[in-house]
């Protein structure tokens, strides 16, 4: 899996690393690389930069510069786009980060249905990555 290096992809990495304590940006960093171990293994076709960003942005509002009075998940997601849109990325592009603020309920929903919910079956990471032979890196 390789890391965007576009100029946008820089900036957002230097951005969250100042914002992020070490262990809440590294696990910014491992959400793409697992999204995107996700995404092969479904062989889905995606935004690979825009994930990227998203990925990289999506606990901002975990942190002190950017918590605020609305739920981490929004405060957040106003950051990245103000970001995004600060550094030349078009207002309609900029506006994905910002699409669904509700998607953390969804995923906190999921992972409570997959804990204590007889019967429910979410999507597991671990079956995705068993189901595709990876190619290791040199």
């Not at 990495?13 to 910014?28: I, K, S, T």
């Not at 092969?40 to 605020?68: C, F, N, P, R, Y």
């Not at 009075?69 to 990325?89: I, K, N, T, V």
Request: hydrophobic share 40%; charged share 20%.
């Amino acid at each position: 899996m390789r890391q965007m290096d576009s100029t946008i992809a820089k900036q957002a990495e230097q951005f969250a690393r100042a914002a992020y304590e070490p262990y809440l940006f590294n696990h910014a960093m491992r959400t793409f690389l697992s999204g995107s171990l996700i995404g092969k293994a479904m062989k889905l076709e995606w935004d690979e930069e825009l994930v990227s960003l998203a990925a990289i942005m999506h606990d901002l509002g975990l942190t002190a510069q950017h918590m605020g009075p609305l739920p981490f998940e929004l405060s957040g997601a106003q950051a990245a786009r103000a970001f995004l849109h600060g550094h030349g990325m078009p207002t309609e592009r900029a506006n994905v980060v910002r699409r669904y603020p509700r998607a953390a309920s969804r995923s906190f929903m999921r992972d409570i249905g997959e804990c204590y919910v007889p019967g429910f079956s979410g999507p597991n990471i671990c079956d995705a990555i068993e189901q595709e032979p990876f190619e290791e890196e040199p």
